[in-house]
């Protein structure tokens, strides 16, 4: 994709990212390995983070010292489901944490190739059981939670709201996806792969959900909260937010996945930026179309939380 299709925002800090193959496990394994030594949280004045083990997986927690709105937030990190990890998002999480004045909990989950489906599925299913479990000491009220993530951990977060909503019990406030990675049938449109998408390619998108399904992507039965875009009856969800930009590949993905929410009586908000690559607001956290795209988020988040 030419750079001159990116925000002009956004276009300097996208000319210097290179076409990383992120789909060749050899590359996987050593990004993983080198993300192993990159998980200890920094200090932040006024936010208390402390990690909790869960032996296969985990979670950090970003809760602003003194008294809280009762509020919080349940982050998953995004990767393709195959690398990254808890630290990626401390800015975003300790920023959530002081400017909201809620308590965050980021997901630290297992990944693909070595941990395929259900395996981070699951971890962020325990994640959310542990808040409810222990909401008392985080401060925060279990029915004033909101679901949340980027990437893939937003896929996993859509996931993970239709799972809570078929267990039963508690359910989240909202869910609020960023560029959700929510559809493997867009891994087998070939016909993506002459487009080069910045940093997030098709051929790319291919092998991340052949690692993380296990299987080739694009076969006629997955199992349940896999790729959450599959599943037919989105009737009862919470109120959900989707921001994305419009040269995303995982554009068309989130427009129809947004448009099946309200189809099916689901209040959802699309919040679309034109220019808007993959991940843009992480890349260019202060170019003024991310801070849009996070006032747009904030916003939702102080509605359905009650801030």
């Known amino acids: 994709m030419k750079i001159e299709n990116v925000n002009p925002q956004l276009q300097k800090a996208y000319s210097r990212i290179p076409a990383i193959p992120f789909h060749n496990p ?140 078929d267990s039963g019990g508690i359910q989240p406030a909202g869910q609020a996806l960023f560029c959700p990675m929510l559809d493997d049938r867009t891994a087998i449109r070939t016909e993506l792969d002459a487009l080069k998408h910045r940093l997030w390619s098709s051929k790319n998108n291919r092998g991340a959900w052949a690692h993380y399904l296990g299987q080739a992507p694009g076969l006629a039965r997955l199992p349940p909260y896999s790729a959450p875009a599959r599943r037919e009856n989105l009737s009862g969800l919470p109120t959900s937010w989707i921001g994305v930009g419009d040269i995303d590949l995982l554009y068309e993905e989130s427009l129809r996945y947004a448009e099946h929410l309200t189809d099916a009586g689901v209040n959802c908000e699309l919040k679309v930026i034109a220019g808007g690559p993959h991940g843009f607001e992480a890349v260019a956290p202060t170019a003024p179309v991310s801070i849009e795209l996070f006032e747009s988020n904030y916003q939702f988040l102080r509605r359905v939380l009650a801030l």
């Open 26 to 165: 050899a590359l996987i394994r050593l990004i993983q390995f080198i993300s192993k030594f990159q998980k200890k949280p920094k200090s932040v004045p006024g936010i208390a983070i402390e990690d909790y083990n869960f032996g296969n997986s985990g979670v950090r927690v970003y809760k602003p010292r003194g008294a809280t709105s009762g509020a919080g937030l349940l982050w998953i990190h995004g990767g393709g489901y195959v690398i990254g990890n808890v630290a990626m998002n401390d800015r975003e999480c300790t920023d959530y944490a002081n400017n909201l004045n809620i308590t965050v909990i980021s997901v630290d989950y297992r990944l693909a190739p070595q941990h395929p489906f259900p395996a981070a599925c699951d971890d962020c299913f325990i994640a959310w059981q542990w808040v409810l479990n222990n909401a008392a000491n985080l401060g925060v009220s279990p029915d004033r939670i909101v679901i949340s993530g980027q990437s893939a951990g937003g896929g996993l977060a859509a996931g993970l709201v239709q799972r809570i909503h």
